[in-house]
């Protein structure tokens, strides 16, 4: 009777560290000592560095002198990492000449300013995605050429013009997406040449998808395509966008976006809390 009591304990113990084993692996476990160069000098100097750079939704500056600095998802992830590693997160001004040799010079850890992945960068720094950014085709509730299309598809009309801003980000995706459409360049400088919507000369124009809330709540007069989600998903012209290490860092990088993962629906909701109030 003891054996078989002693047993039953036994085999109820390892049931137990086995469970608890099983969930402590959905939690990334930190690369133990000698694994990454990077996480040893972190926790070593008791401090995660990051680089800051405005660039909302992502990473919001708090200008009020009153509560904290910074926000957003960028910042949500960096808080994350510093709490993990058992650090205190310091934020670093960069510039957006700086924001990506920094990290070869060695001044930050993690460049959290939000980036957009390019080719070019990924030849110095790896990335940890957490979000991109997209294209938004707006146009006038009132136009029946842009209220009936369904897609951003239908707009490829000859029928159909399309405004943008010469020397703008859009110029080369306009005149690639929109062949059959007539193009119409502009001069200016903004989120988008609403102007042109608004005065007829044109029948739809481009604009990135999160100043397009601002916009669309403001001048309920207008229609945007994709229409899901108030184009929030859209594909079109879509980047990732995310933070940034130095080159040749496997185990800090492999960490890094495991925990972006297990995060990811916080941060996500965290952007659109950001979208939805900017103005």
């Given at each position: 009777?003891?054996?078989?009591?002693?047993?039953?304990?036994?085999?109820?113990?390892?049931?137990?560290?086995?469970?608890?084993?099983?969930?402590?692996?959905?939690?990334?476990?930190?690369?133990?000592?000698?694994?990454?160069?990077?996480?040893?000098?972190?926790?070593?100097?008791?401090?995660?560095?990051?680089?800051?750079?405005?660039?909302?939704?992502?990473?919001?500056?708090?200008?009020?002198?009153?509560?904290?600095?910074?926000?957003?998802?960028?910042?949500?992830?960096?808080?994350?990492?510093?709490?993990?590693?058992n650090v205190r997160?310091?934020?670093?001004?960069?510039?957006?000449?700086?924001?990506?040799?920094?990290?070869?010079?060695?001044?930050?850890?993690?460049?959290?300013?939000?980036?957009?992945?390019?080719?070019?960068?990924?030849?110095?720094?790896?990335?940890?995605?957490?979000?991109?950014?997209?294209?938004?085709?707006?146009?006038?509730?009132?136009?029946?050429?842009?209220?009936?299309?369904?897609?951003?598809?239908?707009?490829?009309?000859?029928?159909?013009?399309?405004?943008?801003?010469?020397?703008?980000?859009?110029?080369?995706?306009?005149?690639?997406?929109?062949?059959?459409?007539?193009?119409?360049?502009?001069a200016g400088s903004?989120?988008?040449?609403?102007?042109?919507?608004?005065?007829?000369?044109?029948?739809?124009?481009?604009?990135?998808r999160v100043p397009?809330?601002?916009?669309?709540?403001?001048?309920?007069?207008?229609?945007?395509?994709?229409?899901?989600?108030?184009?929030?998903?859209?594909?079109?012209?879509?980047?990732?966008?995310?933070?940034?290490?130095?080159?040749?860092?496997?185990?800090?990088?492999?960490?890094?976006?495991?925990?972006?993962?297990?995060?990811?629906?916080?941060?996500?909701?965290?952007?659109?809390?950001?979208?939805?109030?900017?103005?």
């Amino acid at each position: 009777m003891a054996m078989t009591k002693t047993t039953k304990r036994l085999t109820a113990a390892l049931a137990g560290a086995f469970f608890a084993g099983a969930a402590l692996a959905q939690t990334p476990s930190v690369p133990p000592p000698g694994a990454s160069s990077r996480i040893d000098a972190i926790r070593k100097a008791g401090v995660l560095r990051v680089g800051v750079l405005a660039n909302a939704p992502w990473l919001v500056e708090n200008t009020s002198g009153s509560g904290e600095a910074w926000s957003g998802p960028a910042w949500m992830l960096a808080k994350e990492y510093a709490k993990r590693l058992n650090v205190r997160l310091e934020p670093i001004p960069v510039s957006h000449e700086t924001k990506v040799p920094v990290l070869a010079s060695n001044q930050i850890d993690i460049s959290v300013t939000p980036l957009a992945e390019t080719q070019e960068r990924l030849k110095v720094v790896d990335f940890i995605i957490y979000s991109r950014t997209s294209v938004c085709m707006f146009g006038l509730k009132a136009n029946p050429k842009f209220a009936q299309a369904k897609s951003v598809d239908d707009l490829n009309r000859p029928d159909i013009t399309v405004a943008y801003y010469t020397g703008g980000g859009e110029e080369g995706w306009v005149k690639e997406r929109f062949p059959k459409a007539q193009l119409r360049g502009v001069a200016g400088s903004g989120v988008a040449p609403v102007e042109e919507v608004m005065a007829k000369r044109a029948d739809a124009v481009p604009i990135n998808r999160v100043p397009w809330v601002a916009m669309g709540r403001k001048l309920t007069q207008l229609a945007v395509l994709p229409k899901d989600n108030n184009c929030q998903n859209s594909t079109e012209k879509s980047a990732p966008v995310g933070m940034a290490i130095d080159k040749n860092q496997a185990a800090f990088l492999q960490w890094a976006r495991v925990v972006e993962k297990e995060i990811e629906p916080e941060l996500k909701a965290d952007e659109a809390k950001v979208v939805d109030t900017m103005k």
